[in-house]
């Protein structure tokens, strides 16, 4: 429970707009720009966001999924089972998994925008089309959460497609538990779950 706590952190802290410049920004200076704005946005509106979760899902949506590659992610935390399904079930399992993903953020954004964000001073990794950008979330009385997005050349933009909490991966934590869940009871039925779990979000 604590790491699906910690997945929900970085992703707060990490909203990037799909806006569109005449040059590309750099994935690190696209976190740095970005960071301030949403944790403002949320502390300017955190009453307003508390009374009407659909405006919390709104913001979720508009202001951190945009830069996912959600198709990629997926793909990878359904592994083996991806190949094995038809676009029907793929397609419908993109959707639902990233309504997944805005419920549980947007119900944890509201608790976690008030730690102060660092850059250490390791030196983020790009080579090709992929890049890494590290962050840390300060904690009093304990050690830094140390955070790691990986981040791909989509299309001319960066996009993320896995994010990390002290080394442990957000694609491989989702698929460990849903392949389990596949192997019991079939991936349509996992789908319908994430259905029925999702059918407040119009997102």
Known sequence: ???????VVILAVFPLFATQTVAMEAPIDIVRST??????????????????PAKMY???????????????????????????????????????FRKLLVRTYATALLEFSDQEITYPDIP??????TAVVRQAIEQAGSEPISLGYRLHNSG???KVFDVSVD?????????????????????????????????????
């Open 58 to 96: 709104a913001l979720v949506a508009e202001l951190i999924f945009p830069r996912f590659d959600f198709p990629i992610m997926a793909q990878w935390v359904l592994g083996t089972h991806w190949k094995d399904a038809d676009e029907e079930l793929r397609t419908t399992f993109i959707a639902q």
């Open 35 to 52: 960071t301030d704005q949403v944790i403002m946005r949320i502390k300017d509106d955190r009453d307003a966001l508390r009374q009407n």
């Open 1 to 7: 429970m604590r790491k699906t706590c910690l997945f």
């Open 156 to 158: 001319g933009s960066w």
């Open 124 to 129: 983020d990794v790009q080579k090709g089309r």
């Open 167 to 203: 080394g442990v991966s957000l694609v491989k934590t989702y698929r460990a538990s849903f392949s389990s869940l596949i192997r019991d009871r079939g991936l349509a039925s996992l789908i319908e779950s994430l259905t029925a779990k999702n059918k407040e979000i119009n997102q």
